[in-house]
């Protein structure tokens, strides 16, 4: 028994090792979970091996091996292209309507797999098996195994690789393997150049047609979102910079208190000139220059010193197109630190 299940699963691992199995499998990885991916295999395996175990070659001979083939590449193009189809909707493949996850990989696996060389090895394993419930348990693990190596592929890529181009891969695969199957089982007389060309005319315009809308529209409304948070967060930067900027003003006193006005070589004249330029997006004070310093003569309200320290210092959006700002505001602190310690020692 131990060892009729150990051998059904090896020989199953071995054959699937890079066949289409895997690929189905690392397919499917891009758009289900794990265990859903897992649970359709599983089932679909446990449908297809069982009927193959239960009927043995019967199956077979009731109907034709190429009609069995013709049909499961029939069924793998319309799943690619289905694909395709809800490529460009966000979670669209997930939606009730189209199905439970489960169920759609548990029918490709299954329509997959009839008339496959993993069918024929469980149908050759059972005619000389005594337990052939272990057979049907060790092919059904052996296409899981296999299956698990596709899937950690499947969710390596889908780190690094974005949704969209995710579906598109996985469409892609799945037309691939319904190509190959129509080409291998379709009758050699329609095998002409003619109708072979036209078919690859059609089904390249129809992927087109699939495909380059819904990424065009995605894209183009991507740019625009990205865009629009652009605006947003430069509007939120300005209006902190003119919150900036009344603080600083706040902070003098009047002429009468300094003996005349220095203007940028006061530091609230500069700080307020550095935020005035960065509101008109026209830099050409010297921001890295020397720092202004207060007058012994010169007096301001401490308490507006602090509360404008307190503004500069809070939270701002950042925005990487307006890195000036970000320079106005850090400088803006520096100068009203010094201005904050030199009225203090004054004061004492």
């Not at 129509?182 to 690859?200: C, D, E, H, I, K």
Request: with cysteine; hydrophobic share 45%; aromatic share 8%.
């Amino acid at each position: 028994m131990v060892r009729e299940y150990v051998q059904a699963a090896l020989l199953i691992f071995a054959a699937e090792m890079g066949d289409k199995t895997q690929l189905l499998a690392m397919a499917f990885a891009l758009q289900f979970t794990i265990g859903q991916v897992l649970g359709g295999v599983a089932l679909g395996s446990l449908l297809n091996h069982g009927l193959a175990v239960a009927l043995g070659a019967y199956v077979s001979h009731v109907v034709p091996l190429e009609l069995i083939r013709l049909i499961a590449a029939c069924g793998f193009l319309a799943f690619g292209l289905w694909t395709l189809a809800n490529g460009g909707e966000e979670d669209s493949i997930h939606t009730p309507s189209q199905g439970h996850p489960v169920l759609v990989v548990a029918l490709a696996f299954f329509i997959g797999e009839l008339g496959d060389k993993t069918q024929l090895s469980a149908i050759a394993l059972s005619s000389n098996a005594v337990y052939h419930w272990a057979i049907l348990a060790g092919t059904v693990t052996g296409m899981i195994l296999t299956s698990l190596v596709g899937i950690f592929v499947g969710i390596k890529l889908g780190e690094k690789v974005p949704e969209a181009t995710l579906k598109l891969i996985s469409g892609l695969v799945f037309i691939g393997f319904g190509v190959i199957g129509l080409w291998r089982a379709a009758p050699q007389q329609y095998l002409t150049p003619s109708n072979v060309t036209l078919f690859a005319v059609a089904l390249g315009a129809l992927v087109l047609i699939l495909t380059v809308p819904p990424f065009w529209r995605k894209g183009h409304a991507q740019g625009k979102d990205e865009y629009s948070q652009m605006q947003r967060v430069a509007r939120e930067l300005k209006l902190h910079l003119s919150e900036i900027e009344q603080a600083v003003s706040d902070i003098c006193l009047g002429e009468h208190h300094c003996g005349g006005c220095r203007g940028k070589d006061c530091p609230v004249g500069y700080c307020r000139d550095l935020v005035r330029q960065a509101l008109r997006d026209h830099m050409s004070a010297d921001i890295k220059g020397l720092t202004p310093r207060a007058r012994d003569t010169q007096r301001f309200d401490e308490a507006k010193i602090r509360s404008a320290l307190a503004l500069v210092r809070q939270e701002y959006p950042d925005c990487d197109s307006m890195p000036e700002i970000d320079i106005v505001i850090k400088r803006t602190e520096a100068v009203l630190q010094i201005l904050e310690r030199q009225y203090s020692s004054q004061r004492s």
